[in-house]
């Protein structure tokens, strides 16, 4: 009898395409339908478990599921668990396939681990077995509460750091990003901390730091050769290496900004600068560093060194036009505007006439006031 469809193919050509399967969903469908299948699970690069990987599963239990699984993908490069998982079971799973694994992602928030924690004290302490996978390029955290720094060790490889929606000491934080020297990429979104966090990264390309809450924190950022950074929900920033900064953007959507400090921003194209309440000393500051920025967002309320909300002082018009001569793009709201329009900043309107006629003849002039 002629075979047709995939029982033709030649069985490395089977293993090619079944290695392309990375849903757990989809693995366990696929290995159910012939042994000849069933095989192809050593040669499954990736593994995702998404998060109702199991509620159709009746009585069956997820921690054995995702062990077997694991157990059985012998060159697994890259685990991804979004479903409730035993923190108790992760050292075991780690160890199986330290090196081999390059990529990981955890959602750490199964309410028994949570409560188990708190209960015992060890607070991050389960997490301590990342430190296992020596060979790890990229982690992706979410949902965890890390009360102190994480005994990785040194994650010499890692390039990608990322933490989503969790509770952070300062300390911690700190701790962890130390045992990350090489990262390029790092990113700690939605966490909640407080306090002082100082980061010292050589090789870090884009930042982007999201804290939330509204105790006091400040940032020390030692890096040469960022070229982004996005920072939200600091009250004090000191950027320490700018030379190579492209795009900066700070906001603070709660509390003040007090102060900003940076030695200089020679290449900087894209400046943003949005919160309530900023210190005017800051946004000044700010300005005479980007004087080769093209696209600039303002958008601040208030000023103020202090908890008093205080109106802007004027600035002059032409003098702000005449030290930012690449500008092409210029969006201001709000308090600034105001600002920027007072009687004495307009003395000279003709020649500010001149100046955005030209501005708008060019095809990237694009002007929102």
């Given at each position: 009898?002629?075979?047709?469809?995939?029982?033709?193919?030649?069985?490395?050509?089977?293993?090619?395409?079944?290695?392309?399967?990375?849903?757990?969903?989809?693995?366990?469908?696929?290995?159910?339908?012939?042994?000849?299948?069933?095989?192809?699970?050593?040669?499954?690069?990736?593994?995702?478990?998404?998060?109702?990987?199991?509620?159709?599963?009746?009585?069956?239990?997820?921690?054995?599921?995702?062990?077997?699984?694991?157990?059985?993908?012998?060159?697994?490069?890259?685990?991804?668990?979004?479903?409730?998982?035993?923190?108790?079971?992760?050292?075991?799973?780690?160890?199986?396939?330290?090196?081999?694994?390059?990529?990981?992602?955890?959602?750490?928030?199964?309410?028994?681990?949570?409560?188990?924690?708190?209960?015992?004290?060890?607070?991050?302490?389960h997490l301590d077995c990342i430190g296992i996978v020596s060979n790890l390029e990229e982690l992706r955290l979410w949902g965890l509460t890390m009360t102190r720094a994480p005994s990785w060790g040194q994650l010499e490889r890692l390039r990608v750091?990322?933490?989503?929606?969790?509770?952070?000491?300062?300390?911690?934080?700190?701790?962890?990003?130390?045992?990350?020297?090489?990262?390029?990429?790092?990113?700690?979104?939605?966490?909640?901390?407080?306090?002082?966090?100082?980061?010292?990264?050589?090789?870090?390309?884009?930042?982007?730091?999201?804290?939330?809450?509204?105790?006091?924190?400040?940032?020390?950022?030692?890096?040469?050769?960022?070229?982004?950074?996005?920072?939200?929900?600091?009250?004090?920033?000191?950027?320490?290496?700018?030379?190579?900064?492209?795009?900066?953007?700070?906001?603070?959507?709660?509390?003040?900004?007090?102060?900003?400090?940076?030695?200089?921003?020679?290449?900087?194209?894209?400046?943003?600068?949005?919160?309530?309440?900023?210190?005017?000393?800051?946004?000044?500051?700010?300005?005479?560093?980007?004087?080769?920025?093209?696209?600039?967002?303002?958008?601040?309320?208030?000023?103020?060194?202090?908890?008093?909300?205080?109106?802007?002082?004027?600035?002059?018009?032409?003098?702000?036009?005449?030290?930012?001569?690449?500008?092409?793009?210029?969006?201001?709201?709000?308090?600034?505007?105001?600002?920027?329009?007072?009687?004495?900043?307009?003395?000279?309107?003709?020649?500010?006439?001149?100046?955005?006629?030209?501005?708008?003849?060019?095809?990237?002039?694009?002007?929102?006031?």
């Amino acid at each position: 009898m002629e075979c047709d469809g995939m029982d033709a193919l030649p069985d490395g050509v089977v293993q090619s395409i079944l290695s392309q399967l990375s849903n757990a969903r989809d693995v366990a469908a696929c290995s159910g339908v012939s042994h000849c299948w069933r095989d192809c699970v050593p040669f499954l690069p990736a593994l995702y478990f998404p998060r109702s990987a199991f509620d159709a599963a009746g009585g069956v239990c997820a921690d054995d599921a995702i062990g077997r699984m694991i157990e059985a993908a012998a060159r697994l490069e890259e685990l991804v668990i979004y479903c409730p998982f035993s923190s108790a079971r992760l050292p075991r799973w780690l160890a199986m396939r330290s090196a081999s694994l390059r990529v990981l992602e955890l959602r750490v928030d199964s309410a028994a681990d949570k409560a188990a924690a708190a209960a015992s004290g060890t607070g991050s302490g389960h997490l301590d077995c990342i430190g296992i996978v020596s060979n790890l390029e990229e982690l992706r955290l979410w949902g965890l509460t890390m009360t102190r720094a994480p005994s990785w060790g040194q994650l010499e490889r890692l390039r990608v750091l990322e933490i989503v929606g969790a509770h952070l000491e300062d300390l911690a934080v700190s701790g962890a990003v130390y045992a990350c020297p090489n990262l390029t990429d790092l990113a700690l979104l939605g966490c909640e901390c407080s306090g002082s966090v100082n980061f010292a990264l050589p090789l870090l390309e884009r930042c982007r730091l999201d804290f939330v809450g509204s105790g006091s924190c400040a940032l020390t950022l030692a890096t040469p050769r960022v070229e982004s950074v996005e920072v939200q929900g600091f009250n004090w920033i000191s950027l320490q290496g700018g030379d190579c900064l492209k795009r900066l953007t700070i906001a603070k959507n709660t509390g003040s900004v007090y102060t900003v400090g940076i030695l200089r921003l020679p290449v900087l194209e894209q400046l943003s600068l949005r919160g309530v309440q900023w210190s005017w000393g800051a946004v000044s500051y700010l300005l005479q560093c980007a004087t080769e920025v093209k696209h600039l967002v303002m958008k601040v309320e208030f000023c103020g060194d202090f908890e008093t909300l205080q109106p802007f002082p004027e600035v002059d018009l032409v003098e702000f036009f005449n030290t930012h001569p690449k500008l092409r793009k210029f969006e201001i709201h709000g308090a600034m505007f105001a600002a920027l329009c007072q009687k004495n900043s307009l003395k000279n309107v003709s020649r500010i006439v001149l100046l955005i006629s030209f501005n708008l003849s060019l095809d990237t002039g694009i002007w929102h006031c």
